[in-house]
């Protein structure tokens, strides 16, 4: 069975030639031309994807990810944004898109991302980890859940998949381009103000004071590591 896709954008050249383009690349299409119609559709029915314009009549992009995902719904997003405003691509983000696209794009752009978020999310259905503990964090892989000092952490997906990747290669220096490749799983060169924006978000749940990290520290020139605190308060 083909996975399917909803696409949802009020400008009917751009469904079309997303449909299109995505249906070649062996996928199965649904679409929907308004905020409203989209939220109907991903509650009723089952997609494998969502790509999602910001600007949308009647419920904009934005709000149909925050309610998607309190939903809990955790199709993966792909947000299209028609304009190169980092405050709406940081707040998709944080309110659980899993990547953003600044238009004008080409679809073999969009197909390449929608194929590298699958990959990544499907691998993780496959995979099974037992839990890793840093310091007085610990993290269930499987269950996509965290706990600090045994409070319960709320990650969105993307949020989570970082702190994951870091724990797994506790100690070592991950540089933001390997971070953004192995995470974001991108075939090409992309923004790694994402990654740094992730960071920033990790820290605000996990550390207790984000000027000085006990757990996710910097390292100045090359990229970032997590590693257990020397002293634990």
């Known amino acids: 069975m083909k996975q399917k896709i909803l696409i949802v954008d009020d400008e009917a050249p751009i469904v079309t030639l997303l449909s299109f383009n995505i249906e070649k690349a062996g996928f199965a299409t649904d679409v929907a031309y308004d905020g409203e119609e989209a939220l109907k559709k991903a509650k009723k029915y089952t997609y494998d994807f969502i790509v999602l314009d910001l600007m949308l009549p009647k419920i904009d992009g934005i709000d149909v990810c925050k309610q998607l995902r309190q939903a809990h719904i955790e199709t993966p997003i792909l947000m299209l944004t028609a304009r190169d405003d980092e405050v709406d691509k940081i707040l998709g983000l944080e309110l659980g898109a899993d990547d953003y696209l600044t238009k004008p794009f080409s679809p073999r752009e969009v197909i390449a991302r929608i194929k590298a978020i699958l990959r990544r999310t499907t691998a993780e259905k496959e995979e099974h980890l037992d839990s890793i503990c840093i310091g007085k964090l610990v993290i269930y892989p499987e269950r996509h859940e965290a706990f600090i000092n045994e409070q319960n952490l709320n990650f969105t997906r993307k949020e989570f998949e970082l702190l994951v990747y870091l724990?797994?290669?506790?100690?070592?220096?991950?540089?933001?381009?390997?971070?953004?490749?192995?995470?974001?799983?991108?075939?090409?060169?992309?923004?790694?103000?994402?990654?740094?924006?992730?960071?920033?978000?990790?820290?605000?749940?996990?550390?207790?004071?984000?000027?000085?990290?006990?757990?996710?520290?910097?390292?100045?020139?090359?990229?970032?590591k997590i590693e257990a605190p020397t002293v634990e308060e």
């Open 167 to 224: 724990a797994k290669h506790e100690g070592l220096v991950l540089e933001r381009d390997q971070l953004l490749n192995e995470v974001w799983d991108y075939d090409f060169s992309g923004d790694t103000r994402i990654v740094d924006v992730h960071i920033s978000r990790l820290r605000e749940k996990i550390e207790p004071n984000t000027k000085q990290p006990q757990y996710i520290k910097t390292v100045h020139g090359l990229g970032y």
